[in-house]
C-alpha cells in the first residue's frame, strides 16, 4: 500500500489483525493462553481484536488433557491457523507431560511459555 504525499510516495504496512479463541483448557487456562498469545502477536505488530472480523487471521487453540501415569498427565494444544478469508493456512501441535493437577488453577508461566513457543510455530502460516 503506498500513500502519496507532496513530492512522492511513502510506504505504509498493512495492518494485520488477528483474533484468538481458545477452548478446553482447565482453570483460567483459556483467558491466560489468549492473553499470552495475543501480547506476542501484538509484539509481532498484530492488532488483536476480541471478535472474529473479516480481516482478521484466526487463531483457535483445543486443549486436551490424557492420563499419562502415576501423578501425570500429557497436555495436548492443538493450535489452528485460518487466513483473512477462512482459508485454513495450517496446524501446530504442542504436547508436554505435566504434574496431575497442576494447571487446574492458575496457569501463569505455563501459559507464557505455551504462547511463546506456539507464535513461532504460528507466524511461519501467517505472511510476513
Not at 23 to 52: K, M, W
Amino acid at each position: 500500500m503506498s500513500v502519496a504525499v507532496m513530492g512522492g510516495s511513502v510506504s505504509v504496512a498493512a495492518e494485520r489483525w488477528a483474533y484468538i479463541d481458545v477452548a478446553g483448557a482447565p482453570g483460567d487456562g483459556e483467558e491466560a493462553l489468549e492473553n499470552a498469545l495475543s501480547d506476542q502477536l501484538l509484539d509481532r505488530g498484530f492488532t488483536v481484536t476480541g471478535t472474529p472480523a473479516a480481516e482478521a487471521y484466526e487463531i483457535q487453540g483445543m486443549v486436551r488433557l490424557f492420563p499419562a501415569g502415576r501423578g501425570e498427565e500429557t497436555i495436548r494444544i492443538d493450535w489452528t491457523v485460518f487466513g483473512p478469508q477462512g482459508t485454513r493456512l495450517g496446524n501446530v501441535t504442542q504436547t508436554n507431560v505435566i504434574p496431575k493437577g497442576s494447571l487446574n488453577r492458575r496457569w501463569g508461566p505455563a501459559a507464557e511459555a505455551a504462547a511463546s513457543a506456539a507464535a513461532q510455530d504460528i507466524m511461519q502460516y501467517i505472511a510476513q
